[in-house]
């Protein structure tokens, strides 16, 4: 009932007429899964990731290619010969033969070249691109789930700081009714000057509340226009989302520990560098392969030659020393592999920090609310009393304007409450892993990214970017 009454209040303070044709928050976060800008970035960063499988798969897929020329060729010969007749005559000259000519050379070959042992490199190196995959699935669930929380962030925000906006308007012109009361009091003989610069204060701190109100709500417009793509319309008090929260703190942890994607993406992580250990260690191990070439080789000249010819054979590299190239790429794969285990241990350790503040935050939103509640009733009684005290000459003016401060600030801390009431819950379900479009219920279009990965992991080719992106 209380919860309730509070969201009824925010509703009133933005003097929304009819909530049927405001936008609520679900809809809200349909925008913004299907047109937040740095999600679609996340969305293509992953398909490049994707292409990391086939590129691996490669490495024991045949090479084939083709090789020609076409050239003109220019000869010259010249031989010199003695003139054998007259060996001791030295008058005797020789006798020069020159020959020259034209041809035209023509040469096409194709090389067929498959590898049949790699040291098991390319099936590691397929399992750690594929590996690198499930890790990049899971850091764009996370970065789904930071563009949901902040899109409920920022939609709260709105209706915090548009509600704020109105109450410090209202307060604007309570306080100068209040002026305009005291200064008949003052022609009555009843008060002095002094309360009358009271209420003259009191109303410019007001107003000057009430513009720094409107610059952080035109702050907030701004980041709700990044997270969604547009504008915010009329929006309609949001509810929290307790029903998907699990019943305590112990259950969030265990939840966070096995779902959360941050974790999940650091396990993957730590599983591709051991893969990517063994494709190093593939390198001291012989490579062949079978290489096959076919050439056609001709020469037109005066005689037309033409050459074919063709091989078929085994080509055994064993890697002796590479001037340690090798070894300290692995000794650095290894330390790499380390450093991602560990990086495991600290995503869980802030998951699970993470997890607790979260808690807490949402059941200390709880109490807010129910405090703020309480103390606007027990403001609103105070306010009455002051005011009918001072008719009686037992109060003065300052009372009614510190009476009257004192029921603003008890609704303002209601609607924080309220705001923090509802961002505390996305809190945890973000916190816990699960605060995505399925286990909201959005209406829109899940995006799937098996569907991509699985149109080109065995993919031998091609130029077209897929359709299922």
């Known amino acids: 009932m209380m919860r309730a009454l509070s969201f009824l209040i925010i509703a009133l303070l933005m003097g929304e007429p009819s909530l049927a044709s405001a936008e609520t928050l679900n809809e809200a976060l349909q925008r913004a899964y299907s047109n937040n800008p740095s999600l679609n970035s996340g969305r293509a960063n992953l398909r490049a990731v994707d292409e990391g499988v086939p590129i691996a798969k490669s490495g024991m897929r045949p090479r084939v290619s083709i090789n020609t020329y076409l050239g003109a060729q220019q000869n010259r010969f010249i031989q010199r010969q003695d003139d054998m007749s007259k060996p001791d005559d030295p008058n005797a000259y020789p006798i020069w033969n020159r020959q ?36 990049e699935q899971q850091r764009l669930r996370l970065l789904e789930q930071k563009i949901l929380f ?21 307060n604007v012109a309570v306080l100068t009714e209040q002026l305009r009361q005291t200064k008949e009091r003052f ?38 226009q990044q997270a969604v793509g547009a504008l915010p319309k009329k929006l309609s008090p949001a509810a929290p989302v307790d029903k998907l929260l ?3 703190r112990e259950e969030a942890e265990q939840i966070a520990i096995s779902e959360h994607p ?28 079978i290489v096959a070439d076919a050439f056609t080789q001709t020469n037109m000249n005066i005689i037309y030659d033409r050459n074919i010819a063709g091989m078929i054979g085994g080509r055994l590299n064993v890697p002796l020393y590479d001037g340690g190239s090798t070894s300290s790429q ?61 008719k009686a000459g037992q109060r003065t003016t300052l009372d009614i304007l510190n009476a009257q401060q004192e029921l603003l600030n008890a609704r303002m801390s209601l609607i924080f409450a309220q705001r923090e009431r509802v961002v505390a819950s996305y809190g945890v379900l973000a916190t816990i892993g699960r605060l995505s479009t399925e286990t909201l219920g959005l209406s829109t279009y899940y ?23």
């Open 187 to 224: 022609s009555a003989g009843q008060i002095t000057l002094t309360d009358i610069a009271q209420a003259e204060s009191r109303l410019a701190a007001g107003q000057a509340q009430a513009s720094n109100a409107h610059a952080i709500l035109e702050a907030s417009i701004g980041a709700y």
């Open 100 to 135: 020259q000519g034209q041809s035209i050379a023509r040469t096409a070959g194709v090389t067929i070249e498959q590898p049949v042992f790699d040291g098991f490199k390319a099936l590691n190196s397929t399992n750690a691109a594929e590996t690198a995959v499930f890790a």
């Open 447 to 469: 995006y799937d990214p098996s569907l991509h990965f699985d149109q080109i992991k065995n993919s031998w080719g091609g130029f077209t970017i897929p359709k299922g992106r």
């Open 246 to 248: 699990p019943k305590s």
């Open 330 to 390: 692995l000794r650095q794969a290894k330390e790499i592999a380390g450093k991602r285990k560990l990086d495991a241990d600290v995503a869980r350790a802030e998951i699970l920090a993470l997890t607790r503040t979260t808690w807490a935050n949402l059941q200390s939103s709880k109490t807010r609310m129910s405090a703020a509640q309480m103390q606007i009733a027990a403001a609103e009684r105070a306010l009455y009393g002051v005011r009918e005290e001072a």
């Open 262 to 289: 941050m974790i999940l993406a650091a396990l993957h992580d730590a599983d591709a560098s051991d893969f990517d250990i063994k494709a190093i260690e593939a390198d001291f191990l012989p490579k062949l392969s």
């Open 150 to 170: 902040d899109t409920a962030s920022s939609y709260m925000n709105v209706l915090r700081d548009t509600a704020a906006l109105k109450l410090q308007e209202n």
